[in-house]
């Protein structure tokens, strides 16, 4: 009998999309659903990006491109990383691929071994493919906690505890999704003077998000000393630049440059030719848009936060960066009868036709962190608000009907109001 791989059994996936086609099957049986669940901007990518592909379009440039990028786009990559984080590279040290997403497997294939019980630790809560492929790599996971009263950030203290003489990787992400939690050179110096212990362990600094920061300014890890030389940043255009779908993104790293283009040799041959050229011109010119799209977002945080935290039963820290709340909803929870926030999840859906992720999609819950859910901001004021409205109508309305005696007029009341709310 033809059988699949233990690997292929085991490959985790990106939650936001099974809750997104979820949502969209709603939406084609007629239901108005909110939709907060998936992360990606919902801004058009800017005039100007989307006419110089069309110009790379018309002129042809439709071909293979060398596999680690066109030189000018390593060119403005490596001018941006001065520009943005201080940092000097050069176009050599850059590669640039399908997206952010596929050098979290290129790192983990380079820096370790399958079957030899090489270490990597990734933050939990955090995306899911970090689990995904080191599992799929044959590396050995090592989840460190984010803690709520931590304002989720990484404890020094506990990753000096978790690294081993088989860690190979650390994987850092600020600003963080799903958490909204953002590192400054403080929070950084203390995790570099435990890495700095640890010759043979390579930095993961996921930044995808690093123009999207609220309150102060993105550093990153590769920027203090000693750091630069085994960090590989990771950024693309996906969220700065409102480019999801373009799937360019870049990862840089001198010592590691030529075997992660061999790497996109081996898999995407090359990022798509006109989409290089559409990047060249958003890193290359006025980053006006960008701004304004931070300020919208913003604007966007204040009010979600704001509305969350009126919510009974809701707690929900001010996200520093990325366009996501992260709320507490654990007494929420309780007072509606909700075995634990997937629960919540998929009632919220059901019953009010608003979409959101829970916690478990971003990895095993932490013992004592209680239950929370992801919103992604990343939506119009109207429909946040109208979202707001609808969770807020939900959870007042599920506490009147479960206090309600059975069979009661309150209670058949109380279920027709949450079910208007499909």
Same mark, same amino acid.
């Given at each position: 009998?033809?059988?699949?791989?233990?690997?292929? $059994?085991?490959?985790?996936? +990106?939650?936001?999309?099974?809750?997104?086609?979820?949502?969209?099957?709603?939406?084609?049986?007629?239901?108005?659903?909110?939709?907060?669940?998936?992360?990606?901007?919902?801004?058009?990518?800017?005039?100007?990006?989307?006419?110089?592909? #069309? $110009?790379?379009?018309?002129?042809?440039?439709?071909?293979?491109?060398?596999?680690?990028?066109?030189?000018?786009?390593?060119?403005?990559? !490596?001018?941006?990383?001065?520009?943005?984080?201080?940092?000097?590279?050069?176009?050599?040290?850059? #590669?640039?691929?399908?997206?952010?997403?596929?050098?979290?497997?290129?790192?983990?294939?380079?820096?370790?071994?399958?079957?030899?019980?090489?270490?990597?630790?990734?933050?939990?809560? =955090?995306?899911?493919?970090?689990?995904? %492929?080191?599992?799929?790599?044959?590396?050995?996971?090592?989840?460190?906690?984010?803690?709520?009263?931590?304002?989720?950030? /990484?404890?020094?203290?506990?990753?000096?505890?978790?690294?081993?003489?088989?860690?190979?990787? #650390?994987?850092?992400?600020?600003?963080?999704?799903?958490?909204?939690?953002?590192?400054?050179?403080?929070?950084?110096?203390?995790?570099?003077?435990?890495?700095?212990?640890?010759? %043979?362990?390579?930095?993961?600094?996921? +930044?995808?998000?690093? !123009?999207?920061?609220?309150?102060?300014?993105? !550093?990153?890890?590769?920027?203090?000393?000693?750091? #630069? +030389?085994?960090?590989?940043?990771?950024? =693309?255009?996906?969220?700065?630049?409102?480019?999801?779908?373009?799937?360019?993104?870049?990862?840089?790293?001198?010592?590691?440059?030529?075997?992660? +283009?061999?790497?996109?040799?081996?898999?995407?041959?090359?990022?798509?030719?006109?989409?290089?050229?559409?990047?060249?011109?958003?890193?290359?010119?006025?980053?006006?848009?960008?701004?304004?799209?931070?300020?919208?977002? %913003?604007?966007?945080?204040?009010?979600?936060?704001?509305?969350?935290?009126?919510?009974?039963?809701?707690?929900?820290?001010?996200?520093?960066?990325?366009?996501?709340?992260?709320?507490?909803?654990?007494?929420?929870?309780?007072?509606?009868?909700?075995?634990?926030?997937?629960? @919540?999840?998929?009632? /919220? @859906?059901?019953?009010?036709?608003?979409?959101?992720?829970?916690?478990?999609?971003?990895?095993?819950?932490?013992?004592?962190?209680?239950?929370? @859910?992801?919103?992604?901001?990343?939506?119009?004021?109207?429909? @946040?608000?109208? =979202?707001?409205?609808?969770?807020?109508?939900?959870?007042?309305?599920?506490?009147?009907?479960?206090? !309600?005696?059975?069979?009661?007029?309150?209670?058949?009341?109380?279920?027709?109001?949450?079910?208007?709310?499909?």
């Amino acid at each position: 009998m033809r059988t699949i791989s233990d690997r292929a $059994r085991g490959l985790g996936t +990106e939650n936001a999309f099974v809750v997104l086609k979820e949502a969209l099957e709603r939406i084609a049986a007629g239901k108005d659903v909110k939709n907060f669940c998936i992360g990606q901007p919902d801004f058009v990518t800017p005039d100007h990006i989307r006419l110089a592909a #069309v $110009r790379a379009l018309i002129e042809g440039k439709t071909g293979y491109t060398p596999s680690a990028g066109i030189p000018e786009l390593r060119a403005a990559v !490596a001018q941006a990383m001065r520009r943005t984080r201080g940092l000097e590279v050069l176009p050599s040290d850059v #590669v640039v691929g399908c997206g952010a997403k596929p050098f979290i497997g290129y790192v983990v294939q380079t820096v370790t071994d399958p079957g030899a019980g090489h270490e990597v630790i990734f933050p939990v809560p =955090g995306f899911p493919i970090y689990e995904s %492929q080191v599992r799929a790599q044959g590396a050995v996971p090592v989840p460190i906690p984010l803690r709520e009263r931590n304002g989720f950030h /990484l404890d020094p203290d506990e990753l000096a505890a978790a690294i081993s003489p088989r860690t190979r990787l #650390v994987i850092l992400n600020s600003p963080h999704n799903p958490t909204g939690s953002v590192m400054d050179l403080r929070r950084l110096e203390a995790i570099a003077a435990v890495l700095r212990r640890h010759e %043979q362990v390579w930095i993961f600094s996921d +930044e995808p998000y690093a !123009a999207l920061v609220y309150e102060h300014e993105h !550093a990153s890890i590769a920027t203090l000393p000693g750091m #630069v +030389e085994r960090t590989v940043v990771v950024d =693309g255009a996906s969220k700065t630049y409102a480019m999801p779908g373009w799937r360019v993104g870049w990862a840089i790293n001198r010592a590691l440059a030529p075997v992660l +283009e061999r790497w996109v040799t081996n898999t995407d041959s090359c990022a798509p030719h006109l989409c290089q050229w559409a990047a060249v011109e958003a890193l290359n010119t006025s980053q006006a848009p960008t701004a304004l799209m931070r300020s919208s977002f %913003q604007r966007r945080r204040d009010l979600v936060i704001d509305g969350l935290n009126e919510i009974s039963g809701v707690i929900c820290r001010r996200s520093e960066g990325a366009f996501y709340a992260w709320p507490n909803v654990t007494d929420l929870c309780r007072r509606v009868s909700a075995a634990d926030s997937e629960a @919540l999840r998929v009632r /919220l @859906l059901r019953e009010a036709d608003v979409a959101l992720l829970s916690d478990i999609h971003f990895g095993p819950r932490i013992p004592g962190e209680g239950q929370h @859910l992801r919103l992604s901001f990343a939506a119009s004021i109207a429909d @946040l608000e109208e =979202g707001l409205r609808r969770i807020e109508r939900f959870a007042r309305a599920t506490r009147r009907q479960l206090r !309600a005696p059975a069979g009661s007029e309150a209670a058949l009341g109380a279920g027709a109001v949450v079910g208007s709310g499909a």
